[in-house]
């Protein structure tokens, strides 16, 4: 089964300094029928103005993936971490038992990001924070994983506490790339740039994608196109 949710269709908060295109019920956007995807709780689309963002507030119990499109965010938190991830690169947050937080884009630039919850599969452990670089070249033609359930530091994965997985690739127009998955769990694509097809069907930039019941994700650029997918269950 694969569902394209048109961007236009999407949820939508335009607050000035922010600009707010909301996958699943977030905030004051509400839709019953998209309360999430499996374990993906919210997959925002932000553009974020120069020399603004979100002062201090509260987590807890929640995995925080932030893709950085372009542009650049800065975080702070109540633990002490503090650290610039800028485009194409990925910070995680495990809020745990709680923790505050604030992100600033203090670029003189719009920053264009991601930012992905999932629910975490355990709880009651100390919260935490991570960021790398992952160049875009290093995903050409391939899928990269960002963040997992499986990874730890040492191998160049961002962990999370979360039966997930997090990839990004970026295709050429007319290369094609395919992604085996278990049909039990849930995947969610979303096409940053360019037209894609998934499985034969047509998808503008920005589209979301969400997916269950396939053995395999073939992917074909119309255009040059980065992608990010989350499997999970």
């Known amino acids: 089964m694969i ?24 905030a004051n956007y509400l839709d019953r029928d998209r309360m999430g995807w499996g374990a993906i709780r919210v997959w925002n ?19 925080i993936v932030t893709f950085v499109r372009s542009g650049a965010i800065t975080h702070e938190d109540s633990l002490g971490n503090k650290g610039r991830t800028g485009a194409g690169d990925v910070q995680v947050m495990s809020a745990g ?6 992100e600033y884009n203090r670029e003189d630039e719009a920053t264009t990001l991601f930012q992905i919850w999932i629910q975490p599969d355990r709880s009651g452990e100390k919260p935490g924070w991570g960021q790398r670089e992952f160049p875009r070249g290093t995903r050409a033609g391939r899928w990269v994983t960002l963040a997992s359930g499986e990874g ?34 849930h995947q969610y694509l979303v096409a940053p740039t360019g037209r894609i097809r998934v499985n034969g069907q047509e998808a503008q930039p920005r589209d979301g994608i969400a997916i269950t019941g396939e053995t395999a994700i073939v992917v074909e650029a119309i255009d040059d196109a980065e992608l990010v997918l ?3 269950v």
Not at 5 to 15: K, S
Not at 45 to 63: K, L, N, S, V, Y
Not at 97 to 102: L, N, Q, R, S
């Open 3 to 26: 569902d394209i949710r048109p961007f236009a269709g999407l949820g939508h908060a335009q607050h000035g300094w922010l600009d707010a295109r909301h996958h699943f019920s977030f």
């Open 45 to 63: 689309d932000d553009t974020i103005a120069a020399h603004t963002g979100f002062d201090p507030h509260p987590h807890r119990d929640m995995e």
């Open 97 to 102: 038992t709680g923790i505050v937080h604030a």
């Open 152 to 185: 730890n530091a040492d191998d160049g994965i961002l962990p999370i506490r979360a039966d997930a997985d997090v990839l990004a690739a970026t295709l050429a127009a007319g290369q094609r790339i395919e992604q085996q998955v278990d049909p039990m769990r």
């Open 230 to 232: 989350v499997d999970a």
